[in-house]
């Protein structure tokens, strides 16, 4: 997986994000209390060469806002980004080329008026990614590398499915070549049979292209197939960060472990109910003092409510920002496997 | 208004169409695109066809006036005044003699030239400023929408009357007075669009793959927000030559003896006891070419919806 | 039903037929059929699912049994029998009489099925006032406890609220206790839980369960997560291309499914208890409804495909004790995953 002398693909410091809403010049003269949303409150992040990098969160956890962030569509409040060891400075033509984005709409993410052929071969031109003359060829080689066909070039996006929409999207984001694909949910407004051809689609350019996928999802078992290592937010910060297989078998952070939980199985009889959370989703206006999530942690105790926890290393690439990190590690995940039927 | 038949529910289905031979066992999801769903075409859309052809029938009768109107129309001939309709003169005539069925179609000319080229520069100016002030926001935004809501607190047909009376009666004044007001809402409706539109994931897209504003502009939204102010324009067309006939009316639109309709329905006036097919035929002139234009701007604008354009 | 006392008199149902019968539905425009032949029965306190993906009809059919069919989609064909009494033929007065004592719907999206100029509590009053007759008193003190029940926490002061003042996940809560104020026998949900948070999700799923256990409501449960499905419902039924393709108690329909649809849609779905497994997509595309030929409508996409597939329509046959699938060659699947 990762080697790793070479900087990261992408490193994220200390990044914030807030936005002051409600302050048109009347209230801020009146001083009316503005509202702060803090989308993102010191984030730091480092996706591997080469790796698919998963990002869990549900509403209110900022993933979006760091999606953003990261493509340059909004900066942040503080913090830094940093590509391949350089920090990236306002978005220009050279830098938009490293940082791609797939969407989570497939119906709005490409423009119903240009023809697919239009778009690639305007990005290609743009870029001078090849000689004028072998635009068209390289558009089909792209086709290819996503499994569509050269006759598609002359049609437009309407006439496709959402999954095909997904995959000229993809091939759009890599018509410039990019280090970095961010893909923001990209399965989620997918069937099932379709998410599949999807998944199979970026574990194979992974292999074949050696990019480095950031994947934003909120479906873990998607995540767990194809991420080699997963982070988890949670209202701004990341809480936990571990590979794969391992923040599933034993995950060291309680809301980790109630995302899990709440996972529908295929095999158990009913509802998991072991970890079950309090009360509702965090909302980005009230950011609780002490440990963000103790309001609804079955295992919060005073400590818990004073106390800030930063993400530190609690084993090899195992990252974790829980005061109990070790106390959880000692309560087992139910046992999903005895009520498996014969398969 | 006709809509197409199958309601949202069934355009998801047809959205995911089958494969062009259904026997092949094609490979997963492959490449081909799928036949496009049946959204019903031009010609089936009653409003868009009735309002076409009324509206392009009038526009060849004002093109080819000359060859169709029987009579010079601003030549007078004092003995053949007020005349009853006749063979010779299928409206009758006015109180100079003049055939009111060659200054109907001559007066045609007059308004639905006006009225076109009326719209040209307010279509323009309007839809430029109001997308530059949706796309780009910020203080422009700001001074832009203050100064369309003072233009909008007046009535139209104050703004554009007291103008022209200021600056002359004429068809240059027309134009300017016209142009003056009615920019606003182009403006408006753009800058509505393009609120929309550049928040879509395609435009955010373009922006990443680092393409400059004026070519998203230009090359990415404007095929997307353009029909929108397009089918205003439409509309737009029939008040301005409302307003052209009004001004006409009133005296203050284009100096006699040019044939048309406002002046026409002036002149009329006196006689609507006796010859009052004088007033009430461009009366309805006016209310056939508005009818024809609404219901082209309305099948356009059911034409070129978003639900078709996905 | 335990909860709600009144004066009303409540709908008398025929005891030995089942609480809903749908029999050999059709829905369809105009020009092209969506939903054809389905057929299924759910029993008072039975928790019934619907699986199927996008254009199955799925939703349709709900819709269906509710009343609630967008415009141009009409019925075309069949009954729906509840409690003995079809509710396609029975007049309008006494169809609506049913919606909400009777039958209730939770919907997708909680922000767009809440009014969004009336407080929540005054929502959830409005069944109770219009069908069991209470006082406006009465009926604030019944969408309080509803609120209570369905886990609101603060439900007194909440009840003032409007819809966009809360989260997602107490909006559909909020429906939820609309939709059961009344004390229905029948709850028909449409994919309530899809727009949620999964965290959330399990707490609205859970509620569900309760509510149903607690109350006898039968559930008719329209999804498309499997798993989800899975979980909360007893039976299913497997949708494709607005027919039935199989019918059976989950836990043997998704172990050793009958048909290639759901084995496809099994295989292709990411598992969370087994992460190595192969993904295996189906290929082709669902069909488009104009496009329906004689045949299965699967067969453009089935590895077990044979010519007689292609020309003859499978009927929803008896291939097991309580399984039903609509396969000619479903002997072929007997074994499992």
Redesign the interface.
Known sequence: MTTTEKAPALQVEGLTKSYSLGTSWLSKVLRRGSSTLTALDGVDLELRRGEVLALVGESGSGKSTLAKILVGSTGPTSGTVQHDGVVAGKRDRESSRRVQMVFQDPYSSLNPRLTVGAVLAELLRLHDVVPRSEVRAESIRLLGLVGMEADVLDAYPSQFSGGQRQRLAIARALAVRPDVLIADEPVSALDVSVQATILELFARLRAELGLSVLFIAHNLAVVQHLADRVAVMYLGRIVEVAPTAELFSSPRHPYTRALIDSIPRMTAGSVNDEFELDGEPPSPYDVPSGCRFHPRCPLADDGCRSTDPALLTIGPARLSACLKADELATIPLPDTTATELPR | MTTTPAPPAVDAVQAEASAQNPAEVTPADAGRPVRSRTLKPWYRNGTLVVGLVITGLLVLTAVFAPLLAPYDPVKQNLQDALQDPSSAHWLGTDKYGRDVLSRLIWGARVDLRIGFLAVLIPFVVGTVVGALAGYFGGWFDTVVMRVVDVFFAFPFYVLVIVLVFVLGAGESSIYLAIAAVSWVAYAKIMRGELLVAKKQDYVVAARLGGMSHGRILLKHIAPNVMSQALIYAMSDIVMDIMAIVTLGYLGLGIAPPTAEWGSMILDGQEFITTQWLQATIPGLAVVVTSLGLSLLGDGLSDHLSPERRK | MTVIETDQQRVTLDPSVPLLSVQDLSIG????A?VEGVSFDVAAGERSGIVG???S?K??TLRAIAGLL????AVQGGRIEYGGSDLLTMSARRRRALMGPEIAMVFQEPMTALNPVMRVGDQIAEGPRRHLGLGKKEAADLAVQMMARTGI?DPARRARAYPHEL????RQRIMIAMAVSCGPRLLLCDEPTTAL???????V??LL?KLCTDTGTALVFVT?????V???CSDVDVMYAGHIVEAGPV?EV??APRHPYTR??LE??????R?DRE?????????????R?PGCPF?????Y?TDHC?TAMPPLATVAPGRLAACFETDRLGD??
Not at chain 3, 70 to 73: E, I, M
Not at chain 3, 197 to 203: E, G, P, S, Y
Not at chain 3, 268 to 273: E, G, L, M, V, Y
């Open positions: 425009t105009r020009s092209a969506i993906e996008s254009g009809g939703s349709l967008p415009r141009g989609v926490p989260s997602g996940g107490l948070d999964v965290t959330v999700q399990l707490q799923l859970k369960e498309h997560d499997l798993a989800v899975n979980q909360t836990a998704f172990a496809g849609l292709s779905a990411p598992d969370f208890d992460p993904l295996v997509p189906i290929p082709g595309f669902p069909p488009n409804v104009a496009d030929g067969a453009p996409r089935c590895g495909v292609r499992v995953l």
